[in-house]
């Protein structure tokens, strides 16, 4: 798990007052540094006329009018395949609450998963992937209501008895990052683009079961994200 909010509220004034706009080629802590990773979208719920605008972008510890969002990329093995997940948490207090994520599944057979050139191979820029579960497709989540029991309420696209979707990838780059007394991380940053349908969380009917299905959709539009994944 990689975390990647590493901010000092000194240093970004310090940046400010300097106009540096051009980031670092490393980027260290004691170095001034405006984090590129965020997603923004628009989505619109059963009922609503209009679509709402959604962002997420790291925030400070330091900075209690910012909302203190965490980004977490690991892999598991799931029933599908291996899977590499990006999560955004935000914290709240002394609780963390999921409210966005991408679970991507590996093609079978593919050897050396989540090194460099797979990594690389992946996220070929004019790559698609489909919205659901499965080698090949990214489940989209999303938490479009602040949860009252249980820390994981997103909708997500497996949900919906027929996904509807895609995510598309724009461009990629070589990135790297150095938290306080750790080694440097080496990865890719992803620039991607995304819209579809995903299917609506239900606390009542169970969606925390496997076999959970819904046609109750939320529609999501214009969104653009750009999130790490490390080089295994």
Known sequence: MKNLYYFSLTL???????????????????????SPV?????YRDTGQVDYTLQEYRLGSFLNSDTPVYQWNEWDKVTSRGPALLVDI??????????????EFWATPGEEALWSEAHLK????????F?????????????????????EDERSKASFLKQPDGQLSVTQTEDYSYTSPGQ?????????????????????FEGA????????????IREGKATFFVAYR
């Not at 948490?89 to 991408?102: K, P, S, T």
């Not at 191979?121 to 698609?128: A, R």
């Open 121 to 128: 191979k992946m996220f070929e820029p004019g790559s698609t």
């Open 130 to 150: 489909s919205f659901g579960e499965g080698p090949g497709k990214v489940d989209l989540s999303f938490t479009h209501r602040d949860p009252d029991f249980f």
């Open 183 to 203: 080694e440097t991380v080496r990865g890719m940053l992803v620039h991607c683009t995304f819209e579809g349908s995903i299917g609506q969380y239900d606390r």
């Open 89 to 102: 948490r935000e914290r709240l207090g002394w609780n963390n609450f999921y409210r966005f994520g991408l």
């Open 38 to 42: 965020y997603t923004q979208f628009e």
């Open 12 to 34: 970004v004034i310090a940046a400010l007052a300097s106009n540096c706009e051009k980031e670092p080629p490393l980027i260290t802590f004691e170095e001034v540094y405006v």
């Open 208 to 219: 925390w079961l496997d076999d959970f299905t819904t046609n109750t959709a939320l529609e």
